[in-house]
């Protein structure tokens, strides 16, 4: 997306939240293009005896349209056990909490969503 003052806000707006959400999730600002061009890159957390994390992707706009979209992206769990299904549960709950307060925040913003 453009380095403009409205997106370094979203973006710093997007950080706060995934660290009060204390999930584990992190979220840092990318830099490109002498940092004309900036995006988001979402850490999950390690993996816990209680959860199993997805991967979330951030996909922006590089045409100036100011949207944004979120993936989870999950992996073929496969059969598992009662416990093993419980901490997929968790981490995809985990995911998508995230995810939901991240789209209400750019939506806020007046960004388009996708």
């Known amino acids: 997306m453009k380095n403009t003052p409205e997106v370094r806000r979203l973006f710093d707006q997007m950080i706060d ?31 816990t005896e209680w959860a199993v994390y ?4 951030f996909f922006d706009d590089w045409y100036g349209i100011e949207s944004v979209r979120f993936e989870i992206i ?18 995809l709950l985990a995911a998508t909490n995230l995810v939901q307060n991240l789209y209400m925040a750019a939506e806020v913003a007046g960004f388009t969503i996708k």
Not at 17 to 36: F, K, P, W
Not at 54 to 57: D, R, S
């Open 17 to 47: 939240i995934a660290t009060h959400l204390t999930n584990g999730y992190q979220i840092e600002t990318i830099h490109y293009r002498d940092g004309e061009e900036i995006s988001l890159r979402i850490h999950k957390p390690a993996e």
């Open 74 to 91: 999950t992996i073929g769990y496969g059969n598992h056990s009662l416990r093993q299904a419980q901490r997929v549960t968790t981490g």
């Open 54 to 57: 997805p991967e979330i992707c």
